[in-house]
């Protein structure tokens, strides 16, 4: 309706209202209810830059401050127009995961050797996708780390800083030196008990499946649902619908599922309800097409409503100890008991939405918007730690033999870049280590449940 209104401007001289809601339209599709807000928003947004400026009208600059303004506006403003226009739930400042800096300094003697287990030609590329990320942030903006206030561009200097270094080939002596004179090293305020993190790893599966519903495929991801609307409400970022006027919480899993509230919005249909549940958890994948071409399912979207571990759930059946709860094993007996799969699955009422991958991805991409480096990515809780910053991490991974049955547990140490999130990953105390594809990457994120420790580098001043 109000693209249809903007259409008739041709010709005079446009609103500031209108220039708002081209500029959402150019951004990108948005629906009614949405077209709706963006065109409330720029009304609103522009009522307070006009007493800025201290004018009434707005001249082709102002235009344009306009479309900058509208970046910042949409998160804040549409949940508050929603509130005050249409009666919907009352909003409150977003509540932070992290209740104190989630770093502290690394105490004498408490640096790690700086022995990286990988090619340290693998840290190149993600090294850069942490650039790419940070150049399209404001160079002033700051995030807590070792203590301090670090803007972009340090976060970025940091990171060109050890580009250089690497450049160098210098080996591992001359990069612990190089290290100690040019970085401050700071590390993970982990668990109060002993300041250690919880680190468990995830992976891109690979499934076959169909475009069409067959007897053989049945089970689909769906894409994301056009009425899921997203706004900032109580305890942070939510997702709900509208119903009645008011913003009401999303569909949950069992309604999804149990209901066909979703019937056309399929985006691939699988084989199994237990590979539909492996690629919520681990949030991207492959599908294998039955002309044999491969292509790439990515996060889109959840439901917002929290996650509820299943593991948790079938120990407080009974049914497994704790220390038995790993990937292999929930499925191992989701497929031993099909009978209680929609119990427990629709225990978690958290449900993820996907696209499809672009021709050029080459993996799956992280909360930066960037496609993760297997062995090098990491997912953090955002809230609590630099986005892209440089760290180094400690702890153990899994020795296999030629079936690819684990024989035991070795160190691990290597660079890693801050680069995803998780619905699990929340405090300073958890990290996901990103392990890529194929069979050991499997075996290794369904068995990490490991304490380890993080450690962030920052250029020194």
């Known amino acids: 309706m109000y ?68 970046r910042s506006c949409p998160p804040f403003f549409l949940p508050l127009i929603l509130a005050f226009f249409l009666g919907g739930v009352a909003l409150a400042a977003p509540a ?35 650039l790419a990320y940070l150049r399209r942030l404001p160079a002033d903006r700051r995030f807590p780390l070792c203590g301090e206030e670090r803007t972009v561009a340090e976060l970025a200097g940091s990171l060109r800083a050890f580009q250089r270094l690497l450049a160098a080939g210098p080996g591992p002596d001359r990069l612990r030196a190089a290290i100690a004179e040019q970085f401050t090293v700071c590390k993970a305020r982990g668990r109060k008990s002993d300041g250690r993190m919880l680190l468990t790893g995830y992976f891109s599966p690979l499934f076959a499946g169909s475009l069409e519903r067959t007897e053989a495929f049945r089970y689909p991801l769906y894409r994301t649902p056009p009425d899921l609307v997203s706004g900032r409400g109580k305890g942070g970022s939510r997702q709900g619908r509208i119903e009645n006027g008011m913003l009401v919480p999303y569909w949950t899993r069992a309604e999804i599922e149990k209901g066909g509230l979703l019937a056309g919005q399929e985006l691939v249909y699988l084989a199994d309800p237990v590979e539909v549940f492996i690629l919520h958890v681990q949030g991207s994948g492959q599908v294998r097409l039955p002309d044999g071409s491969l292509r790439w399912v990515q996060f889109a979207a959840k439901n917002g409503h929290d996650y509820r571990s299943i593991g948790r759930f079938l120990v407080d059946k009974g049914v497994l100890r704790l220390k038995e ?30 696209r499809w991958g672009g021709e050029t991805v080459c993996g799956p991409l992280g909360c930066l918007g960037e496609s993760l480096t297997p062995g090098r990515s990491v997912a953090l809780d955002q809230e609590c730690f630099p986005p892209g910053a440089l760290g180094f991490l400690v702890t153990r991974k899994p020795r296999v033999d030629g079936t690819g049955k684990i024989v035991g547990w070795g160190p691990l140490s290597r660079f890693v870049l801050n680069q995803d999130s998780g619905s699990a990953i929340k405090g300073p105390a958890r990290l996901d280590l990103f392990w890529g594809s194929g069979d050991y990457a499997e075996v290794a994120a369904g068995h990490m449940k490991h304490p380890g420790e993080l450690y962030f580098l920052i250029k020194k001043k």
């Open 3 to 70: 693209a249809a209104k903007l259409a008739k401007v041709k010709g005079k001289r446009a609103g500031p209202e209108t220039a708002v809601v081209l500029a959402c339209l150019q951004a990108g599709e948005i629906g009614p209810v949405a077209e709706f807000l963006f065109y409330l928003a720029g009304r609103f947004c522009y009522s307070l830059t006009s007493r800025w400026q201290g004018k009434k009208r707005m001249r082709n600059e102002q235009v344009r401050r306009m479309k900058r303004v509208l």
């Open 96 to 130: 932070s995961s992290c209740k104190e800096e989630g770093t502290m300094p690394a105490g004498a003697g408490g640096v790690p050797a700086f022995v990286d287990d990988l090619a340290l030609e693998s840290l190149a590329p993600a090294i850069e996708k942490s």
């Open 325 to 354: 709860v790993t990937l292999p094993r929930i499925v191992r007996y989701l497929r031993e008991h099909p009978a209680e799969q929609e119990e427990i699955l629709h225990h978690n009422d958290s449900f993820v939405f996907f």
